[in-house]
Nanobody, 113 residues
């Protein structure tokens, strides 16, 4: 069974920073692309960022220049560094191993004063 565990969520003020982590077990982590998605209440889940097994990255336009996705193969972990957070970033964030279609449990990120 592939499992993805996501610590790192929380409450942050606008303009603040937060780093999300996603630890993967039960798969050959290094060969799969990883993605981050988010879902706000009453809205569909949306794509945030992607990183390939080779390290190439991609971001949705609204987070470019603010978010950075990275991976550490030695730790079987993918990260999402979020800077200059805005209230509209408030959502439950999910990591996904795209090759297997396995999802993490989600972690709440709230950006508010």
């Amino acid at each position: 069974q592939v499992q993805l565990v996501e610590p790192g969520g929380g409450l942050v003020q606008p303009g603040g920073s937060l780093r999300l982590s996603c630890a993967v077990s039960g798969s050959i982590f290094s060969i799969y692309s990883m993605g981050w998605y988010r879902q706000a209440p009453g809205k569909p889940r949306e794509y945030v960022a992607h990183i390939s097994s080779g390290g190439s990255t991609d971001y949705r336009d609204s987070v470019k220049g603010r978010f950075t996705i990275s991976r550490d193969s030695a730790k079987n972990t993918v990260y999402l560094q979020m800077n200059n957070l805005k209230p509209e970033d408030t959502a439950v964030y999910y990591c996904c191993e795209l090759g297997s279609g396995s999802w993490g449990q989600g972690t709440q990120v709230t950006v508010s004063s």
